[in-house]
């Protein structure tokens, strides 16, 4: 479709799995992709989705599955690391969430959200949002 096209092809809901992301490049399949961060499997795949369609010059638009404030945080951080003339956009879902679990210390600048400066995600767990845990670990 995407040579018979004038449009740009991005792919969103589809482009979930290492194996999704090297299909739509090695097949020209797509302009660009919608990067879900939930979807692709956390951070650290999603950060490998992001080296994938940056290493074929596609577009990416850094989103999630509107989970959370903490998933906001994610989706701030990564779209930082994409280049600009890459960056399609950052989904802000800050507003779409009800109930905040976290502040996130984000500046918004010149209609674009900078990651905070602070360590790890940069935010601020509100514990009693988020209840007792269900199962607790210890090194």
């Not at 096209?5 to 797509?30: G, H, M």
């Not at 701030?76 to 905040?100: F, N, Q, S």
Request: charged letters at 20%.
């Amino acid at each position: 479709m995407r040579q018979r096209c004038d449009a740009p092809i991005i792919i969103d809901e589809l482009a979930q799995q290492d194996q999704d992301i090297t299909q739509i490049v090695s097949q020209d399949i797509a302009d660009g992709v919608g990067l879900k961060i939930s979807k692709a499997g956390g951070l650290t795949r999603g950060h490998r989705h992001r080296d994938i369609c940056r290493s074929a010059s596609l577009t990416i638009s850094v989103q999630d599955t509107v989970g959370s404030a903490i998933a906001f945080a994610g989706i701030v951080h990564l779209g930082a690391t994409v280049p600009e003339r890459y960056l399609r956009c950052i989904l802000d879902c800050w507003d779409m969430v009800t109930l905040k679990t976290t502040e996130l210390g984000a500046p918004v600048e010149h209609g674009g959200v900078l990651p905070p400066k602070a360590p790890g995600l940069g935010i601020t767990v509100d514990r009693s949002v988020l209840g007792e845990p269900t199962v607790s670990w210890q090194i």
